[in-house]
């Protein structure tokens, strides 16, 4: 009896010190997402692309897949859901030009959410939805 009780305990630590490994996760996913859009709005254009292969004026698609193909190690990729919101800043005024208000000095907001999976053993598994934004000013 005792053996289980301390098995329990063991690996619900270790699969504490799991969620948190993947808190941070997502919480510098959102950031590395926000980042990857403010250098990539509406403004971008020859300059980046002589520095990167990538898209220059980031879509909700190439934030989504670039936050998707981050690579930290334990994370499934197809738990993550990533949504960028573009708007105008500050708050309550509207967008210069067309939507997704992708132009310099609107905002730029990546909100990215991970289906924890709890697995303890002799415990029920459970799944924890864990979220984090970041919002930045778009640059260029």
């Known amino acids: 009896m005792s053996t289980i009780i301390m098995l329990i305990f063991i690996f619900g630590v270790m699969e504490t010190g799991f969620a948190l490994y993947s808190y941070h996760f997502i919480s510098e996913a959102a950031r590395e997402g926000t980042r990857y859009a403010i250098v990539r709005g509406s403004t971008a254009g020859a300059a980046c692309a002589s520095y990167s292969s990538s898209a220059c004026k980031a879509s909700t698609t190439d934030v989504t897949n670039y936050v998707k193909n981050l690579g930290f190690p334990g994370i499934n990729p197809s738990d993550l859901t990533v949504n960028p919101v573009w708007s105008a800043y500050p708050k309550g005024t509207s ?29 029920p598994p459970k799944t924890y939805a864990l979220s984090s934004t970041a919002a930045m000013v778009i640059q260029q």
């Open 95 to 123: 967008c210069p030009g067309t939507p997704p208000c992708n132009s310099p000095g609107n905002q730029i907001a990546v909100t990215v959410q991970y289906n924890f999976h709890l697995n303890v053993p002799f415990i």
